[in-house]
């Protein structure tokens, strides 16, 4: 499975962004897809996640109400809509896929393939 994630950028307190994974080489729909962060010096952490039938999405309550995950089975992307951005928000976003049911959808190492990493700046 090949990700390939897009739509990073420098934005303004306040501003907003579309971020998009490309998913292929398997069958999109097979998988659970999640958004992780990594800021400078911190670990990565979990952002947001859908489940390979859409149904069911979680949040890190640092983003709750203002980040929204979906997904697009006729274009095998995930999107993650961010609004009301921080600086804090400011990090290397990835996108990620796993299996369903093994571990749940803010588990970091239940994700076995993982895209490049789009940069989100925010500035104050």
């Known amino acids: 499975v090949q990700l390939q994630a897009s739509g990073g950028g420098l934005v303004q307190a306040g501003g907003s962004l579309r971020l998009s994974c490309v998913v292929s080489?398997?069958?999109?729909?097979?998988?659970?897809m999640g958004w992780f962060r990594q800021a400078p010096g911190k670990e990565r952490e979990f952002v947001a996640g859908?489940?390979?039938?859409?149904?069911?999405?979680n949040y890190a309550d640092s983003v709750k109400g203002r980040f929204a995950i979906s997904r697009d089975s006729a274009k095998n992307t995930v999107y993650l809509e961010i609004n009301s951005l921080k600086p804090e928000d400011t990090a290397v976003y990835y996108c990620?896929?796993?299996?369903?049911?093994?571990?749940?959808?803010?588990?970091?190492?239940?994700?076995?393939?993982w895209g490049q990493g789009t940069q989100v700046t925010v500035s104050s």
């Open positions: 990620a896929a796993k299996r369903p049911g093994l571990t749940t959808l803010a588990s970091r190492t239940g994700y076995n393939y």
């Open positions: 859908v489940t390979w039938t859409g149904r069911t999405t």
């Open positions: 080489g398997r069958t999109f729909s097979d998988y659970d």
